[in-house]
């Protein structure tokens, strides 16, 4: 994911004068981690609220 991150960020999505830049924040939970499927939605959904919350940009890993 931290691969597919960083090209996106490099990519220039505008026009000529008028550059648009994309970021991705990910949040990522593991299945054999997290035994139930509300429980990984909820472990991902956190770790994506920490990932937006320290910026933005930025892949975050769920601990469990």
Known sequence: FEQ???????L???QEHDPLRITISVGLAGSRTFGT???????????LRIAKAEGG????????
Do not use: T
Request: avoid cysteine; aromatic fraction near 6%; hydrophobic fraction near 50%.
């Open 57 to 64: 940009n930025r892949v975050e890993r769920a601990l469990g």
């Open 12 to 14: 220039d999505f505008g």
């Open 4 to 10: 597919i991150r960083e090209g996106f960020a490099s």
């Open 37 to 47: 499927l509300e429980a990984l939605v909820s472990a991902a959904g956190n770790a």
